[in-house]
């Protein structure tokens, strides 16, 4: 029986030792951290290069560790700095028990990715959100022009907290803006690329709508009728953008929810847009994105109208949280809530003024069809322009706010 206790009091504190060396590693004395790196140094290497080690050999190097390892469960400080400098000694001379350092950093590197792709492709996704459709519940990139750029530490506690980019552009010599484009980097980024006349080019950390908005406003470009824009030169010194750029919300989508459950109305979710005709509408910084996040505001079987401020699902007033807050057109909320859209002046939109949809339930699950509105209907490409989104499309309920360190950060209702 006393055999029985003591056994299981070491397992405890094994455990115990365990918890505190991952945790409180940097609080550690010296001499512990550098035998719990010495142990795990020569157990990787006993495990790398067993085929080669001889068995006598072999057997010593577990006995010697296993020395080490005891002295460190009871914190025999003496006795753990007598072996690790013997162990030293022995081994790490010994070119099999080499390990350069590189090789290590390599292998630690490709651990963490291969875990975070795992990550991304099965359970989790970061998206970055470039535009404000779901703006004021999630932010996407907005300029705001500044009368003078502040200092540098202001500009990095901005960068670091609120993802905020400074650009201060001026025109070297007179030319005329001729063409624009938006262009992804890093994964998760969008940058306007900005081309002259002269052949110049200037990138700016925004998606392309949100940069000609802040051109517009200041009348360095104007808008055609049918949505296109054209544009006025600037003179040799004159700003083309002095503004801060606040970075979109990164969100974190949930991509194993929806196998053990249902989508639910009201909730926001992300979603993917193969076929699904978005180059059509006259929101045309929105169109080229591959994934849109949206509320979802309706379920298959459901009949769908909009009666503005209102969104109506078989007749009713639509009654979860997310849904009725724009609804209710209540600051920060758009005044006129939920609208649809004008036959005339979107031609083909699928939910109109006066109209009335039915989202499909087939048999076939994957095929079942979902509602995807923005929170900010005035400046949406929704499924009022383009229709539903199919179960096949969707991805995952938007769950996390990761960055910046907003109000918006954390959990997304």
């Given amino acids: 029986m006393?055999?029985?206790?003591?056994?299981?009091?070491?397992?405890?504190?094994?455990?115990?030792?365990?918890?505190?060396?991952?945790?409180?590693?940097?609080?550690?004395?010296?001499?512990?951290?550098?035998?719990?790196?010495?142990?795990?140094?020569?157990?990787?290497?006993l495990h790398h290069f067993k085929p080669e080690i001889p068995s006598e050999r072999y057997r010593a190097m577990r006995g010697d560790i296993r020395r080490l390892r005891r002295a460190l469960l009871l914190w025999r400080r003496e006795e753990v700095q007598r072996l690790t400098a013997e162990l030293q000694e022995e081994y790490l001379k010994d070119p099999l028990s080499y390990s350069p350092g590189w090789v290590e950093s390599i292998e630690s590197i490709v651990v963490v990715l291969v875990?975070?792709?795992?990550?991304?492709?099965?359970?989790?996704?970061?998206f970055r959100i470039p535009t404000n459709s779901m703006w004021p519940s999630l932010n996407g990139i907005v300029v705001h022009a500044v009368d003078e750029i502040p200092s540098f530490p202001r500009r990095v506690w901005d960068k670091i907290t609120l993802g905020s980019s400074y650009v201060d552009v001026k025109a070297d010599r007179e030319k005329r803006l001729v063409r624009w484009r938006d262009e992804r980097y890093a994964l998760l980024f969008t940058r306007t690329i900005l081309e002259f006349d002269d052949g110049s080019q200037v990138e700016l950390p925004a998606s392309t709508g949100t940069v000609l908005r802040y051109?517009?406003?200041?009348?360095?470009?104007?808008?055609?009728?049918?949505?296109?824009?054209?544009?006025v030169s600037f003179a040799a010194g004159e700003t083309i953008m002095r503004a801060r750029i606040d970075a979109g919300d990164m969100v974190l989508a949930d991509r194993i929810s929806y196998q053990f459950r249902l989508p639910k109305r009201g909730e926001a979710f992300v979603f993917?847009?193969?076929?699904?005709?978005?180059?059509?509408?006259?929101?045309?910084?929105?169109?080229?994105?591959?994934?849109?996040?949206?509320?979802?505001?309706?379920?298959?079987?459901?009949f769908v109208s909009i009666r503005s401020p209102?969104?109506?699902?078989?007749?009713?007033?639509?009654?979860?949280?997310?849904?009725?807050?724009?609804?209710?057109?209540?600051?920060?909320?758009?005044?006129?809530?939920?609208?649809?859209?004008?036959?005339?002046?979107?031609?083909?939109?699928?939910?109109?003024?006066?109209?009335?949809?039915?989202?499909?339930?087939?048999?076939?699950?994957?095929?079942?069809?979902?509602?995807?509105?923005?929170?900010?209907?005035?400046?949406?490409?929704?499924?009022?322009?383009?229709?539903?989104?199919?179960?096949?499309?969707?991805?995952?309920?938007?769950?996390?706010?990761?960055?910046?360190?907003?109000?918006?950060?954390?959990?997304?209702?």
């Avoid at 006066?354 to 095929?367: I, K, S, T």
Wanted: charged share 15%.
């Fill in 2 to 45: 006393r055999k029985i206790i003591t056994g299981i009091l070491l397992v405890l504190l094994a455990l115990l030792n365990g918890v505190a060396d991952a945790l409180l590693t940097w609080f550690l004395p010296r001499w512990r951290r550098s035998g719990n790196e010495l142990a795990a140094q020569l157990s990787h290497t």
């Fill in 310 to 413: 209102e969104l109506l699902i078989n007749g009713r007033p639509a009654t979860e949280s997310g849904i009725a807050r724009v609804a209710a057109a209540l600051p920060p909320y758009r005044s006129e809530g939920y609208h649809a859209l004008s036959p005339m002046r979107v031609p083909g939109a699928y939910l109109t003024i006066g109209n009335r949809v039915h989202l499909a339930r087939p048999a076939q699950f994957f095929l079942g069809e979902y509602l995807a509105l923005g929170d900010n209907t005035a400046n949406s490409l929704d499924s009022r322009y383009w229709g539903p989104v199919r179960q096949f499309n969707v991805l995952g309920p938007a769950c996390f706010t990761l960055w910046p360190f907003t109000s918006h950060w954390g959990s997304i209702d």
């Fill in 215 to 231: 051109l517009r406003d200041r009348g360095k470009i104007a808008q055609n009728s049918d949505g296109s824009f054209f544009s």
């Fill in 272 to 302: 993917d847009t193969r076929g699904i005709n978005t180059s059509s509408s006259q929101l045309r910084d929105q169109a080229a994105a591959t994934h849109y996040i949206k509320r979802l505001c309706a379920l298959p079987g459901d």
């Fill in 115 to 126: 875990v975070l792709l795992g990550l991304r492709a099965y359970y989790i996704q970061p």
